[in-house]
């Protein structure tokens, strides 16, 4: 063991301490049912009167009624699941209502579609990927749009070029060009595009759902420039992030849902954090998230690269992994950190070099990285780590074809479903029933499919890419208590994330990258802050 033992998870101490009826009771500076975002004399912009949605037997939204002023960055906040999506998608057309109305500024508001709504000012970058991956940057900014470039029977494709690039520049966005396909273009790059297609429809009103954990701190800074450029003008940005420091600091008002109800808003001058995460749970979260103590890892080395080069990023890269060790790595976005992960699981080529197990295996391919015990949690969700044609219990069973066999090549469906349910009762995985299309969970409950498959097959090694992204703050507390119940099991966990508060909260060992390199080594027991991150990063 590499440093002392002290308290483990000791300052960590969430507990239930008041329901809905209690909390309303003891808050009275909120307004509630039915709220409003709009200061008293102030109209207001948007109206939600009793919508509801159903999805067949889930009831999404249960005659939600809140009001929305104009000019405003407005946040929608609650816990994976609350219908915040859903609300957002019903606004901008994408999704049709059950009942109830919505009145946006004065008049009856009820798009058809998505290009009814954008042609109407109301704009929306969605939670899961928007955009189309076979076609050009400029396909995707003007998908729908095309006859705008008509000459006489044709197509001006030189004229989508130029308008797109232009409207590139304007954002200042340089990471690619109009011309490029979308499917060069990784997570952070599509968000961009999304953003720049929004704002090409001029938005009086600009959802913005559970972007910027998808993009790097310039990304978010060219995002929150945008959105206040909108307020500035006088339109409505309706913000949802998980990270509520952001959005304490970017919105004037919050609104909150939880579980298909509004609950409640606040306005700026009575943001407090303990109060937001009350109405979002309707209980009382206290204590650290992270852990506490400084128990050590064994020298005992379970993973090692070896002088890796990948095409991307990595040149002879060296690291070691070790038993019972969480590993952190951290850095700006193109420092390389993604890629290792994906190296290291056998998804990039790695071209000279290995990737070694502790028996000596080498990882060839994926496929050789999960028979060693290897599990991987992709930060690119959907594309990479859910079968979203799949049902939720399709996908967490994925991991279980060994562990759930009845004998010869036949799979036992009672050990099936307990091996199912087991995550979602452990992970509080919000679903209707194991045989839905995970596709139609919410983004954070998606995540957790995703960690559960991994957790049920007892992976020795999880490389995690940015876990707890789109989560809400009861599964992260849930999630980290996992990562260091696997840490105390002896497993072992390379935690790549843009997190800092995470990286330090969590990792044994923080390893800071830049240019593919690491430029900064740092143990848990040197107590580091962000501060000495942020220097070893730029
Ligand atoms: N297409 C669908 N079919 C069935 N159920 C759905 C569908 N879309 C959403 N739901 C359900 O509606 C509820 C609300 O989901 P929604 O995506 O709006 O939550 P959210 O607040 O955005 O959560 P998150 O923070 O995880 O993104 C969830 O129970 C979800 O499973
Ligand atoms: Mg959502």
């Known amino acids: 063991m590499k440093n002392k033992q002290e308290r483990p998870f000791g300052g960590r101490d969430v507990h239930v301490e008041d329901n809905f009826s209690t909390y309303n009771h003891n808050m009275s ?11 008293a004399d102030e109209k207001p912009y948007i109206e939600f009167r009793n919508i509801t949605k159903l999805f067949g037997a889930t009831t999404a939204l249960d005659e939600v009624s809140f009001t929305i002023g104009k000019g405003q960055i407005c946040g929608l906040v609650g816990e994976n699941g609350s219908g915040k999506s859903t609300l957002s998608l019903i606004l901008a057309g994408i999704l049709p209502r059950t009942a109830g109305q919505i009145i946006l500024d004065g008049e009856d508001w009820d798009p058809q579609n998505i290009l009814a709504a954008q042609k109407n000012g109301v704009a929306m970058i969605v939670q899961e990927t928007g955009t189309l991956s076979n076609i050009t940057v400029a396909e995707n900014l003007f998908l729908g749009q095309e006859m705008l470039f008509r000459k006489g029977l044709f197509i001006r494709r030189n004229g989508i070029f130029t308008e797109a690039q232009k409207i590139l520049d304007k954002y200042g966005i340089t990471d690619f060009r109009a011309e490029t396909s979308t499917a060069h273009l990784d997570a952070q790059q599509r968000k961009l595009l999304e953003i720049a297609k929004g704002m090409y429809w001029k938005p009086r009103v600009f959802i913005v759902d559970e972007t910027t954990t998808a993009l790097s701190h310039s990304g978010r800074e060219l995002l929150y420039r945008v959105m206040n450029n909108l307020k500035a003008e006088g339109s409505t940005v309706i913000f949802i992030s998980h990270d509520l420091d952001e959005m304490m600091q970017h ?7 939880r579980d298909g109800h509004f609950i409640g808003s606040l306005q700026k001058e009575d943001f407090e954090e303990g109060v937001i995460k009350q109405m979002m749970v309707g209980r009382t979260l206290t ?3 992270y852990r506490s103590d400084y128990d050590g890892y064994s020298d005992e080395v379970v993973l090692k690269a070896d002088c890796i080069t990948t095409l991307q990023d990595l040149l002879c890269f060296d690291l070691e992994l070790h038993k019972g060790e969480i590993l952190g790595i951290g850095g700006l976005s193109n420092c390389g950190m993604h890629t290792i992960g994906r190296a290291l699981f056998g998804i990039d080529k790695v071209l000279d070099g290995e990737v070694r197990t502790a028996d000596s295996k080498i990882i060839k391919n994926s496929k050789t990285a999960i028979a060693s015990g290897i599990g991987y949690l992709s930060k690119d969700r959907d594309t990479e780590s859910l079968g979203l044609l799949g049902t939720i219990r399709e996908n967490i069973q994925s991991t279980g074809y060994i562990a759930n066999r ?7 469906s009672r050990k099936e479903r ?24 919410s983004g954070g409950n998606k995540q957790k499919v995703v960690f559960g498959k991994w957790i049920a097959a007892d992976s020795q090694i999880l490389i995690m890419d940015c ?7 009861g599964v992260k507390a849930a999630m980290y208590q996992l990562m260091y119940d696997m840490k105390k099991a002896g497993k072992s966990i390379l935690l790549i994330s843009e997190e800092l508060p995470e990286l330090i909260g969590m990792s044994d060992r923080i390893l800071i990258m830049k240019d593919g390199k690491v ?13 000495k991150l942020i220097e070893a990063m730029i």
């Open 29 to 39: 500076n909120l307004d509630n049912r039915p709220g409003t975002a709009a200061s």
């Open 251 to 257: 919105c004037d008002a919050l609104n909150v849902l």
């Open 287 to 289: 204590g650290h998230f």
């Open 406 to 412: 009845a004998f010869g090549p036949f799979i036992s």
């Open 418 to 441: 307990a091996y199912v349910k087991q995550q979602v009762d452990g992970l509080s995985i919000k679903i209707a029933s194991q045989n839905h299309l995970v596709a139609t969970l």
């Open 467 to 473: 876990p707890t992204r789109g989560v809400d703050v």
């Open 519 to 531: 430029v900064s080594e740092v143990f848990r027991n040197e107590n580091p802050n962000e501060q």
